[in-house]
């Protein structure tokens, strides 16, 4: 035992240190035993806040298994240093008994429980130690594992990497279409505008850079391209705009911004008087602010107008001009310019006006050559007509004359018509009257007029069974005039014991087609082309069959003012379809279909029941035919006048049953003598028929408005005649 003092000062201090009682200063090294001994060094003193050796060691990241072994081993010296410090208590006594405390003491540091207890310190922080060594392993082999599955992943990452670099190489290389130089050298090539090589495009590289850049060399070549031929055009535009013909450009405004020279030698302005005014300077005053606010309301829904309108110049003179307004559009759909276009129509005018006075005076001459043909065609009519039902009856031979004498009359009457229809149709001064009317209604009618002729040739007529609630909506005069022109050629161009086919099919336009077909022979289709000519009757001139030529033309004309198509189809031996379109229309009211079968009643005149009927004609042939015709009724006596006026006194004086007027009369005519005659009491309730050579439609229009009761046309239909004469008397009889 030594004891020396400093040694306890010394192993107090460890004590107080590793309990966390005192301050680890530096050189703590020099607290070992031997040194402190060897050394004669003092212990160094520090102050501050100590920290236990077990929280140090917690703080260093042992576990709380190792801190509790080391926790045992710190009990385990704490039992120790005790007795260490009773031993170190024994060996500083002094006195007569010091050596055996001395003795004492040494025997307690150096007996065998003195090393148990030195062994119990030891044993758990060797475990401590055997722990940390095995954390320690286990920590490396786990740093080995993780710098393996890190250098796996690096190696794989590196791959991946590897793929990806491959991957967007060739995904570049078929973005660019080609290597980098590639697109360079053509992007070089487009910004030099150099456009003569073009770039081969290999299969797959369709959207590629090198493509896109192809296409957009290509479009850049077709954009140069029209800019030559837009400067082209602008060249050529300055040479057309300053033509012949008048033309100015305004702002979206109105305002004029650009004339050129042949407007200003039309309007007498200059261009610097016209430039940054309105079209107003130059405007008639023929039109008011309605037909303008029209004008530009058509400009905005189609984009132009144009029409004849009256200019003024600058010398207040005005002038007609066919004047055409243009919008121009930006690429926003806004109107960013107007051009109007106008030419000088003022000889083109004088030249339509001298027409219309042309195509007046022809129609006015083909009216009258009408009247006057019919005028003798009517005695000749009407006389044949007499002597094929007078009494005695002709000879078989004058028969057979007098059927060619019919024949020809009405042949010629026929052409009458249809010159006179072609006429109007010409100059436009066709008058229609569309009305909703039964197909059904019109189709039977038809057939009942054509079987006669049909049964010459023994011709079967087939027309459809309609439902009654078809309508159409046209004129229904000149429908029946189409229809039997068209059924009419397919008799007579026909084959014998032939079948005509009639059918109406509507469809999804709101139309219904009527098609006629027939047995024929039918026609080449070089013939097809000549058809709906006039006058042309495609080689049948010198066959026994009659025609004009202007039944087709005619019929094409009224179907097409009505608003509707006509066609044909055929085939050579075989036959020929005629058809055409009409509008359909709702149907307005249920109308009665006439029955197909009609019975034809015989009339029983009732001979002592006389009836007077005065007849105003101012034609001799005319009169005497009507008194032929009127010998036949010994029921009817008969009155004549040659002129309006004595018509009007024979009537007042005698109150004839029925009046037959013609409206072409020296003095006054017809119309005025019926208005006298409706002004008078005593003969405002007798029906007047009018006879007249006068068949245009007007004419019949204005005569029926004024007042008559039936219109007849010359020349003559007997059974037509005597029915219209039967029903006035009819008529006359009821209002008594």
Known sequence: MNPNLRYKKYYQNILDIRNGKMFRPEGYFNVYWDMVLANAISAPIENGPGIPFLDLMRQSGLTEEEIGKLNEAKTNSDLLATVEFVAMKLAESTGPDAEDRHTTARQMISDENYHKAKAKIMKPINEVYLLVEKRTVDAVHEAEYIAFISRLILIVVTLFVTFMLWRAYVSLRATLGGSADEVQTQITRIGRGDFSISSTIKVGMENSVVAGLSKMQNKLQANEIERKQAEEALRIAAVAFESQESLMITDANGVVLRVNKAFTKTTGYTAEEVIGQTPKLFQSDLYDADFYDAMWETIQLTGTWHGEVWGSRKNGELYPK??????????????????????????????????????????????????????????????????????????????????????????????????LDLALIESGKVSLSPEHMSLQEILLECKTMMEPQAKLRDIQLNFPQLDHSLFVYADRTRVKQVLINLLSNAIKYNCEHGTVEVTCNANALKQVRISIKDTGEGLFPEKLAQLFQPFNRLGQESSSVEGTGIGLVVSKKLIEQMGGNIGVESTVGAGSVFWFDLALAEELQLTEVPNESITHVTKVYDHSKQRTLLYVEDNPANLALVEHIIEGRPDIRLLSAMNGNVGIELAGAHLPDVILMDINLPGISGIDALRILRRDPLTKHIPIIALSANVQLHDIAKAMEAGFFRYLTKPIELNEFMCAIDEAFGFTEKSI
């Open 322 to 419: 066919w004047l055409t307004i243009s919008a121009v559009q930006g690429d926003d759909g806004a109107v960013t310019h107007y051009v109007g276009a106008d030419i000088d129509i003022t000889e083109l005018s004088n030249a339509r006006i001298a027409a219309e006075k042309a195509n007046r005076a022809k129609s006015e001459f083909i009216s009258s050559m009408s009247h006057e043909l019919r005028t003798p065609l009517n005695a000749i009519l009407g006389f044949a007509q007499l002597l094929e039902h007078g009494s005695p009856a002709p000879t078989p031979t004058q028969m057979i004359r007098l059927k060619e004498i019919l024949r020809g009359g009405w042949y010629l009457l026929d052409l009458i018509n249809e010159i």
